[in-house]
C-alpha cells in the first residue's frame, strides 16, 4: 500500500479546527482508495513565538523536508505578534522550499450563493498562478529617519527572469492541459495580470518575460489586463478567464476577489507548490486565522478540506482527489449540512463529518 507522511500545522485561531477536518478527510479518502496516510502536527505558530521568540524553530525546514507534504491552518494574531512578524512563517517556508507556484483554483460549487449577481456555477471556473517567492513581497527596503518629518520608506521589489519565466511557463502548461477553450484552435487562455502602463521596471519586465514564453505555446491563447481593470472584469465577465498569471502582490490581491466569486473565503484553498518537488508543497485556507471566532465550532472547514483534496492531487491520487470533489459538491448541493457563513447552522465538525461520509 502506498504510504504518504503529512506535516500538519494546525497554526492560529481556528486552524487547529479546520486542520482536523482537513485530516478526517484524508483519512477517509486513504481508507476508500486503498492509501495509508500519517500526520504528524506541530504546534508552530504565534503562541510558539510567545514562548520561545521565533515562530518556528531553526531547523523546521529540516523538519518538514522528510514530509511528502504539508498543511497549514491559518497563522497570525496580531493580539499577539504583529502580523509583519507572524507572516515570516509563511515566507520562510515558501522560499525555503521554493514553493514558487502559489495555485488557486476558482471554481463555484453548485448550490453556494455568492453575492457576485454574474457568477455561477457555469461561468467562474479559472485557476489563478501567482508568483510566490519574489516580486513584491521580496522584503528589501528599509525605514529610514524614522520618527522624523524626513522620514521614508523604501520597498523593492525583485523580478529576476528565472523567477518570472518559471512561473509563467507553469500558467501555460496548466493552461494547455486544461482545455477549457474547446471550440476553436485554441485549447485554453492565459491572461497576464500586470500593471506596466505605471509600473515602467517591473512589470515592463514582466510583460516582456510573458511575451518570450507565450511564443512557445501558440496553440493557447494570450490576454493581457492591467490589475486595476482585471478586478473589473473577474466581476463583468468571469467566464472570460482560463488561467490568470500574476505577480506575488496582484496575485495575492485579486485571488481575494476570487474568493467572492466562488461564495466567500470559507470556500477558498490554495497550494504553494513546487513544480519540480525537490521539497514538500504546502496546501492551506487562504482565509485567515479568525482569532474570534476560536473555539466556537462554527467557521466552514470547506476550504481545508478543499486544500486537501488539492494535496491528494499532487501528490498523484488523481481519484481519490476526485472522490473528495465530488463529496465536496454532493454536501454543499444538497443545503442540509452547512456553516453559518453559508447560511446554515451547522457546525464545523459537522461538515466536515458530512464531508467524510461522503467521501467514504
Same mark, same amino acid.
Given at each position: 500500500?502506498?504510504?504518504?507522511?503529512?506535516?500538519?500545522?494546525?497554526?492560529?485561531?481556528? @486552524?487547529?479546527?479546520? $486542520? $482536523?477536518?482537513?485530516?478526517?478527510?484524508?483519512?477517509?479518502?486513504?481508507?476508500?482508495?486503498?492509501?495509508?496516510?500519517?500526520?504528524?502536527?506541530?504546534?508552530?505558530?504565534? +503562541?510558539?513565538?510567545?514562548?520561545?521568540?521565533?515562530?518556528?524553530?531553526?531547523?523546521?525546514?529540516?523538519?518538514?523536508?522528510? %514530509?511528502? &507534504?504539508?498543511?497549514?491552518?491559518?497563522?497570525?494574531?496580531?493580539?499577539?505578534?504583529? +502580523?509583519?512578524?507572524?507572516? =515570516?512563517?509563511?515566507?520562510?517556508?515558501?522560499?525555503?522550499?521554493?514553493?514558487?507556484?502559489?495555485?488557486?483554483?476558482?471554481?463555484?460549487?453548485?448550490?453556494?450563493?455568492?453575492?457576485?449577481?454574474?457568477?455561477? !456555477?457555469?461561468?467562474?471556473?479559472?485557476?489563478?498562478?501567482? *508568483?510566490? =517567492?519574489?516580486?513584491?513581497? &521580496?522584503?528589501? /527596503?528599509?525605514?529610514?529617519?524614522?520618527?522624523? !518629518?524626513?522620514?521614508?520608506?523604501?520597498?523593492?521589489?525583485?523580478?529576476?527572469?528565472?523567477?518570472?519565466?518559471?512561473?509563467?511557463?507553469?500558467?501555460? +502548461?496548466?493552461?494547455?492541459?486544461?482545455?477549457?477553450?474547446?471550440?476553436?484552435?485554441?485549447?485554453?487562455?492565459?491572461?497576464?495580470?500586470?500593471?506596466? #502602463?505605471?509600473? #515602467?521596471?517591473?512589470?515592463?519586465?514582466?510583460?516582456?518575460?510573458?511575451?518570450?514564453?507565450?511564443?512557445?505555446?501558440?496553440?493557447?491563447? =494570450? +490576454?493581457?489586463?492591467?490589475?486595476? $481593470?482585471?478586478?473589473?472584469? %473577474?466581476?463583468?465577465?468571469? *467566464?472570460? %478567464?482560463?488561467?490568470?498569471?500574476?505577480?506575488?502582490?496582484?496575485?495575492?490581491?485579486?485571488?481575494?476577489?476570487?474568493?467572492?466569486?466562488?461564495? /466567500?473565503?470559507?470556500?477558498?484553498? @490554495?497550494?504553494?507548490?513546487? !513544480?519540480?518537488?525537490?521539497?514538500?508543497?504546502?496546501?492551506? !485556507?487562504?482565509?485567515?486565522?479568525?482569532?474570534?471566532?476560536?473555539?466556537? @465550532?462554527?467557521? #466552514?472547514?470547506?476550504?481545508?478540506?478543499? $486544500?486537501?483534496?488539492?494535496?491528494?492531487?499532487?501528490?498523484?491520487?488523481?481519484?481519490?482527489?476526485?472522490?473528495?470533489?465530488?463529496?465536496?459538491?454532493?454536501?454543499?448541493?444538497?443545503?442540509?449540512?452547512?456553516?453559518?457563513?453559508?447560511?446554515?447552522?451547522?457546525?464545523?465538525?459537522?461538515?466536515?463529518?458530512?464531508?467524510?461520509?461522503?467521501?467514504?
Amino acid at each position: 500500500m502506498t504510504g504518504y507522511r503529512v506535516a500538519v500545522i494546525p497554526g492560529d485561531g481556528v @486552524g487547529t479546527e479546520v $486542520a $482536523a477536518e482537513a485530516v478526517r478527510v484524508l483519512e477517509a479518502a486513504g481508507s476508500r482508495f486503498g492509501f495509508d496516510l500519517s500526520t504528524e502536527s506541530y504546534a508552530w505558530g504565534c +503562541d510558539w513565538y510567545l514562548e520561545r521568540g521565533e515562530m518556528m524553530p531553526e531547523d523546521a525546514l529540516e523538519t518538514l523536508a522528510g %514530509f511528502d &507534504a504539508i498543511f497549514l491552518g491559518c497563522i497570525g494574531d496580531a493580539a499577539k505578534v504583529p +502580523d509583519d512578524v507572524s507572516l =515570516t512563517m509563511l515566507l520562510r517556508i515558501r522560499t525555503g522550499f521554493d514553493q514558487y507556484v502559489n495555485l488557486r483554483p476558482i471554481r463555484l460549487y453548485p448550490g453556494v450563493s455568492t453575492p457576485i449577481e454574474t457568477a455561477s !456555477p457555469e461561468t467562474v471556473d479559472m485557476v489563478v498562478v501567482r *508568483e510566490n =517567492t519574489e516580486g513584491e513581497y &521580496a522584503r528589501l /527596503g528599509g525605514i529610514f529617519k524614522a520618527g522624523s !518629518p524626513d522620514g521614508f520608506a523604501i520597498q523593492t521589489g525583485v523580478f529576476t527572469r528565472k523567477g518570472c519565466e518559471r512561473v509563467i511557463r507553469y500558467a501555460f +502548461d496548466l493552461a494547455r492541459s486544461r482545455k477549457k477553450l474547446g471550440d476553436g484552435p485554441e485549447v485554453g487562455r492565459v491572461t497576464n495580470c500586470t500593471k506596466s #502602463n505605471a509600473l #515602467n521596471y517591473s512589470m515592463v519586465f514582466w510583460d516582456q518575460v510573458y511575451s518570450s514564453v507565450a511564443a512557445d505555446y501558440p496553440e493557447v491563447a =494570450t +490576454d493581457k489586463a492591467l490589475v486595476d $481593470a482585471l478586478t473589473m472584469w %473577474f466581476v463583468k465577465k468571469p *467566464e472570460w %478567464f482560463d488561467v490568470v498569471v500574476a505577480s506575488n502582490l496582484f496575485g495575492d490581491i485579486i485571488t481575494d476577489l476570487g474568493s467572492m466569486l466562488q461564495g /466567500g473565503m470559507g470556500l477558498a484553498a @490554495g497550494g504553494n507548490i513546487d !513544480p519540480e518537488r525537490r521539497y514538500p508543497s504546502m496546501f492551506e !485556507p487562504i482565509h485567515g486565522s479568525a482569532p474570534k471566532y476560536t473555539g466556537q @465550532g462554527r467557521v #466552514n472547514p470547506i476550504a481545508s478540506i478543499e $486544500a486537501a483534496r488539492m494535496m491528494l492531487d499532487h501528490l498523484g491520487e488523481h481519484q481519490a482527489a476526485e472522490g473528495v470533489g465530488s463529496a465536496i459538491s454532493k454536501v454543499l448541493a444538497a443545503g442540509e449540512v452547512r456553516t453559518a457563513d453559508l447560511g446554515g447552522t451547522s457546525s464545523t465538525a459537522e461538515v466536515g463529518a458530512a464531508v467524510a461520509a461522503e467521501v467514504g
